[in-house]
């Protein structure tokens, strides 16, 4: 079975500070993605990762990086948080290896800034 | 674009009763569609998926989806509800050619003893 494991699953952060949190999958899976996830929007991409230090932005990539310098590594970065950041963040990870292969999803991050 | 609307945000259905949460999907080609579960406090666990082939595809823990081409429609279903089966369910499309997808806004089931 595949494991996606965030390392945190509720963190508190002050506003202004950098955070990081970390995603890692088990199943050598090329593809990596973040997402957020707010009541009555659903998930909304942030970024994605096809390879190795490569990235590609999502919808709301604003206020967010991110890095991936090991294949199983995906991590996404708040610059300077701020409180509308606060949301569940969901990492998730996928293959390219056949047509339509689903994302496998971590336990997410209860992020709340203040 | 690609999209996908969940028409409901909240289904209410009696145990032992069949479920219907519905989908539909807006794309340009052939959908590559995709159906969610997630529990409290969990990430999102994968049910089903339509490709290509049979318009009735059958999934994890008995749920099943139908795609209709003719109402763009991908619906999940399950014939016989479950207590357990209360959770927030989300609709998922592939965004063009790229592995990524593109989530409905989520229907929560919530299935009564």
């Known amino acids: 079975d595949v494991k996606v494991t965030q390392s945190s699953r509720y963190l508190v952060k002050r506003t202004g500070e950098k955070v990081f949190l970390e995603c890692v999958q088990d199943?050598?899976?090329?593809?990596m993605f973040w997402y957020r996830q707010d009541p009555g929007l659903g998930l909304r991409l942030i970024y994605f990762?096809?390879?190795?230090?490569?990235?590609e932005k999502g919808d709301i990539p604003e206020g967010y990086s991110v890095s991936r310098e090991k294949k199983e590594r995906f991590s996404l970065i708040l610059e300077s948080a701020s409180t509308n950041q606060t949301s569940m963040y969901l990492c998730a990870s996928s293959t390219r290896r056949g047509a339509g292969s689903p994302l496998h999803f971590g336990n997410g991050t209860r992020l709340t800034v203040t | 674009a690609q999209s996908v609307a969940q028409p409901e945000d909240q289904v209410n259905v009696a145990e032992g009763n069949p479920l219907t949460v519905k989908c539909t999907y807006s794309?340009?080609?052939?959908?590559?569609l995709f159906w969610y579960v997630q529990y409290p406090n969990r990430g999102l666990q994968f049910l089903l998926k339509?490709?290509?082939?049979?318009?009735l595809v059958k999934g994890s823990y008995g749920f099943e989806a139908e795609f209709n081409k003719s109402q763009t429609s991908f619906h999940l279903k399950k014939p016989s509800a479950l207590v357990s089966d209360s959770a927030l369910y989300f609709c998922a499309v592939r965004e063009g050619n790229t592995d990524k997808l593109i989530f409905g806004t989520g229907t929560r089931l919530q299935v009564f003893p």
């Open positions: 794309v340009s080609g052939n959908p590559y």
């Open positions: 990762s096809y390879d190795v230090k490569m990235k």
């Open positions: 199943m050598d899976h090329e593809n």
């Open positions: 339509y490709i290509t082939g049979d318009n």
